[in-house]
């Protein structure tokens, strides 16, 4: 029964993502806006009520890896090392992300192409929103479990908000950058340059708020 089980979540989450990759080639190639979900259906060779099974919407088709956006900095904090602070933890895996040129640092390659589609659509720019909202505060609950704080303490939320603009600031002037036709290699340079700014400017503030 339970290898069963395990065959049948393994075939469910190869139909997500099997349904994502074909509504993102879709996007890729027309943009968001004219894509309609019974396309999407069409060409991953599923019925659309199976779409909307997995997908609750159209933008979450193109936002799939949504939760992990929203859970990755706390996911950091977590599991950061004996002795680290978040600031030095989020530092590393910032610093990690760049050079594995993982979706984390929000300059992996392609990223420029999504961040275009997302500015194209009315809808994802809303949703891209929500989500940073979402990321925000999950890490600022996230910070309070892991520090003790009490209800009445902002510092979690303080500290939450300065790390998630810091690190939205970083990627969006990469961004913007690789968008306007500079090479891969300098703004990946240049961003470290600023990353290294940027979280000194957060450590000397910060400290050793939420050493483990």
Sequence with gaps: MGEQLGLRERKKRETRQHIADMAMGLFMTRGFENVTVAEVARVADVSVNTVFNYFRTKEDLFLDRQDSFVDEPSRVVRERRAGESVIAALRRDFFE????????????DGAE?????????????????????RREEHLAETLAEETDADEDDLRPGLVAAQVCAAIRRLAADGI???IAGESHDDVVRDVRAQARLAFDLLE?????????
């Design 97 to 108: 992300a760049l050079d594995e040129g993982d979706w984390r640092s929000g300059l992996n």
């Design 113 to 133: 192409v999504v961040v275009r589609l997302i500015n194209e659509s009315p809808s994802l720019m809303s949703r891209m929103r929500e989500l940073a909202e």
């Design 176 to 178: 913007r950058r690789k």
């Design 204 to 212: 000397n503030g910060i400290g050793a708020y939420g050493v483990a």
